[in-house]
């Protein structure tokens, strides 16, 4: 990883006007929750000329501890890829692990993966949604989702005893059987937050000052986005039916009724209305996990030590909040893996910001950056 | 009756006599003034102290949080803790900077908004000076900040805060157009400027001047709110992600006379627009039996007026530059304009001339 230098980035010459460019960090520390990126941006006076992500910040090495780790100690590493997502990569890691050794989790954590997924989804959303809206100048947002986070958070709490960092779902089931005021619980929080989610799109999504911002800016084209390798709800604003939950349904995700959020323009409106739709999705996706819940076993039964076969190699992907979540594993008949790579969607949407930016203001890097849904950690590991 | 004539009689009798015992009676004319000034900015010190702490309740209550609650009953003794922390703050300063202009803006900034009040009437009477130009006063006034602004970003020897002073200044003196022609449609109608008069010209006609000039009212908030550097206008503020403000070198005091003269920028357009649109010291409609003194209605209508303008920096996001451009001058500037003509023509044909 080299470090690059603002004295290394070269200047071009003057522009039309008689203006000279000049180079601007958008240093690791941001204002915003978008964690150590750092931005080297080319200005001509207030437009954009060129965006160049300097990434690593947070590289931590994990896919090349995890070779280290046996299989269910990945586990916890997993968390810490996507700590906003967590439950979301402990469940790849997990789905990715019981296919690499042919292993199945019984129904009922199945049910359960589901719906501590869809809960994380929600968390998730609401922390993406203020932070935004804080991007965009509106900081009131910020709040109401955390608001609705700690809520769902405290389910979390109530289930494993952890707030971010899970360590919750794991290979052959789950860790723990929920309690039985979960599902009541659950339930009362879906009932209260269905109709929070009009109030805050009353708030943000007709607004003339955040359509301004946002409309129209930072447009991915269809072809632009699978090009550049976009996923996620980035890419279905552009139109483009990519979930992995309907192409490639994992856990019950085909016996669940639920709609691909899709729009069509592109730009932050459409990604942020994506996410927002995708908000009441999940809230049903809950609903109908809760009424097919089953008692029964949550954990499949496991050898003494879980061994990947010899030679055998898995990528399994899943829909992280963020867009598909893949995790490649090879096995080497050690209960360690001999190779752990994680393909995260906020990696892959780095390289899109760049063009998305060229030509247009600095308060529009805000806008975009904030609409691609990136977490550092995710993209660095 | 308990009125703020009363009042002011009763205070001014006092100090006359105050004038006698000392043997000044003869200053009395130079007297008056300077200590109306004194009481005015000490009262207005006093005010903007609570004005902080009621940002800081209002936004916090905004926001399903509880704000300050520690320092004093209800938190109430946090903007003092505030002052006093700016106080003792080591003032750092940039070592090639402009040593001048680098000390004065700030003063400019601090007193010329202040000086704005001098013309803003409490109550009937209560007033520093009725100025017969009174409207024409406080618009000249609040382009200092301008200068302000400009001697600020420059003299701090820092590129980033001069291109935030530039475009700072750049929208203040973009949103001032609008903010007089919202204002010249009431100075038609009455054929005054002093802002007693045009309350007494409100309180003549029964009704307050919003009725008829809504919309000069809401371009009149909207400009205050852009004049203030406030958000939805706060881009030269909040560029502090990528570049500092024109207030990005000063520390200390000086750092807290630009941020209080901002919140006195906020006060003198509220009390303008509640004076000039709201009725300023009339009561409220239907609320006249209640026979309250007039400064009660009026700090009232001001309080109204202020909490309006800090719930629209907690609600909208905040405007690009161009966008924040392009509504001041094509979206404003005409709607004002028009206001004017369709006010005019009404004086012509309806009013017959009046």
């Known amino acids: 990883m080299t470090d690059l230098l603002l004295s290394q980035i070269k200047v071009s010459g003057e522009s039309q006007f008689g203006t000279d460019e000049y180079v601007v960090n958008l240093g690791p520390q941001h204002p915003a929750t978008h964690g150590v990126l750092r931005l080297i941006v080319k200005l001509d006076g207030e437009t954009v000329k060129e965006t160049i992500p300097v990434l690593g910040y947070l590289h931590r090495s994990i896919e090349k501890i995890c070779e280290n780790r046996t299989y269910p100690q990945g586990i916890t590493y997993t968390d810490r890829v996507d700590y906003v997502s967590a439950m979301s990569v402990n469940l790849a890691w997990a789905l990715a692990a019981e296919r690499l050794m042919g292993l199945e989790a019984p129904a009922r954590a199945n049910w359960l993966r589901m719906i501590f997924v869809e809960l994380q989804r929600l968390a998730s959303h609401l922390l993406w949604m203020g932070a935004f809206a804080g991007d965009i100048g509106a900081l009131t947002p910020f709040l109401y989702g955390l608001r609705e986070r700690e809520r769902i958070l405290d389910l979390f709490e109530m289930t494993c005893g952890q707030r971010l960092t899970y360590n919750y779902i794991r290979i052959g089931g789950v860790m723990i059987d929920i309690l039985p005021e979960f599902v009541p619980k659950c339930r009362a929080f879906l009932d209260y937050f269905e109709p929070k989610i009009d109030e805050y799109e009353g708030l943000l999504t007709y607004n003339p000052i955040f359509l301004q911002r946002t409309k129209g800016v930072g447009v991915i084209t269809p072809e632009m986005g699978i090009n550049n390798g976009v996923c996620g709800p980035s890419l279905r604003g552009s139109g483009i039916s990519c979930d992995v939950r309907k192409q490639q349904p994992y856990l019950y995700y085909d016996q669940v009724k639920f709609k691909e959020c899709l729009e069509t323009d592109g730009d932050c409106w459409s990604r942020y209305k994506v996410r927002m739709n995708e908000l009441r999705e999940s809230v049903s996706i809950i609903r109908q996990c809760l009424d097919r819940l089953e008692p029964g076993p949550i954990e499949t039964k496991l050898p003494p030590v879980l061994k990947g076969p010899l030679g055998g190699e898995i990528y399994s992907r899943i829909e992280s909040s963020r867009g598909e979540m893949g995790i490649y594993l090879v096995g080497d008949g050690t209960p360690k893996p001999y190779k752990s790579k994680f393909r995260c969607a906020s990696f892959s949407n780095t390289y899109v910001l760049d063009q998305l930016t060229r030509g247009w203001k600095v308060a529009d890097i805000m806008a975009v950056l904030g609409s691609l849904d990136m977490i550092v950690p995710e993209v660095d590991r | ?354």
């Open chain 2, 1 to 354: 009756m308990f009125t703020g004539e009363n009042i002011v009689q009763t205070v001014v009798g006092l100090l006359h006599s105050l004038y006698g015992m000392v043997g000044l009676s003869s200053f009395q004319g130079i007297l008056d003034p300077i200590v109306a000034a004194v009481v005015m900015f000490h009262f207005i010190a006093v005010f903007v102290m609570f004005l902080v702490w009621m940002e800081r309740k209002v936004s916090a209550h905004m926001q399903s949080r509880i704000g300050p609650n520690r320092v004093g009953v209800f938190g109430l003794l946090q903007t003092l803790a505030d002052a006093i922390k700016l106080t003792i703050k080591e003032d750092v300063k940039p070592v090639k900077r402009d040593k001048i202009p680098y000390y004065i803006a700030p003063i400019i900034a601090f007193v010329a908004t202040f000086m704005g009040m001098v013309v803003i009437p409490f109550d009937k009477g209560m007033v520093v000076q009725d100025l017969n130009i009174g409207l024409l006063y406080i618009i000249a006034i609040t382009s200092f900040t301008v200068i302000a602004i400009l001697t600020a970003g420059w003299s701090s020897n820092n590129k980033f805060a001069l291109l935030g002073g530039f475009r700072s200044a750049a929208q203040i003196v973009s949103y001032e157009v609008p903010l007089v022609l919202s204002l010249v449609p009431i100075i038609m109608i009455t054929g005054k400027l002093s802002l007693g008069a045009i309350v007494a010209y409100q309180q003549q006609q029964g009704y307050w001047f919003v009725i008829p000039q809504a919309i000069a009212f809401l371009i009149f908030i909207t400009s205050a709110t852009a004049e203030a550097n406030r958000a939805p206008f706060d881009i030269p503020e909040a560029e502090s992600e990528l570049i500092g403000g024109f207030h990005t070198e000063y520390s200390g005091v000086k750092f807290a006379m630009f941020f209080l003269g901002e919140y006195i920028a906020v006060v003198v357009s509220s009390a303008v627009a509640s004076t000039v649109f709201l009725g300023g010291w009339l009561p409220f409609p239907f609320m006249g039996f209640l026979h309250l003194p007039g400064f009660v209605w009026f700090m009232a209508k001001l309080l109204l007026v202020i909490y309006l303008i800090m719930a629209f920096r907690w609600t909208f996001p905040r405007l690009r530059v161009d966008q924040l451009m392009d509504f001041g001058w094509k979206v404003l500037i005409p709607i004002s304009i028009i206001n004017i003509l369709v006010t005019g023509f009404w004086i012509l044909l309806v009013a017959k001339g009046a």
